[in-house]
């Protein structure tokens, strides 16, 4: 049910990476790695504070992501991009999203 989807004007070097950032959301979030998805886009038609410097946009969807640890979440996803994609941390912006169960579906039904 996590997801996290990154959009960057950075080139993923090796696919392995994506494999790294999928662990290292099921260990922040506590949940099994079978349910985590990583949605990787390039998009090099991306500028932050009127340049291309290297930069991301991160959205971190899950079922009840607790409002009091997403500064936590957000210092360690930032930690993790900025070491794979050679970005700033002050490049990176994260969205955090919780919807409601009924809100989110898989497996043919809702959770």
Request: net charge neutral; aromatic share 10%.
């Amino acid at each position: 049910m996590p997801l996290i989807s990154i959009e960057s004007n950075q080139v993923l070097s090796d696919k392995t990476q994506l494999s790294t950032i999928s662990q290292a959301i099921a260990s922040m979030l506590s949940k099994p790695e079978s349910y985590v998805m990583v949605k990787y886009t390039h998009n090099s038609m991306m500028l932050f504070a009127g340049n291309d410097t290297p930069l991301a946009y991160v959205k971190l969807k899950s079922l009840g992501l607790p409002e009091e640890q997403t500064a936590n979440y957000s210092n360690k996803i930032t930690t993790l991009l900025a070491e794979i994609f050679n970005i700033s941390a002050e490049r990176i912006y994260i969205e955090f999203t919780t919807p409601a169960r009924h809100m989110w579906g898989w497996n043919g039904a809702t959770f």
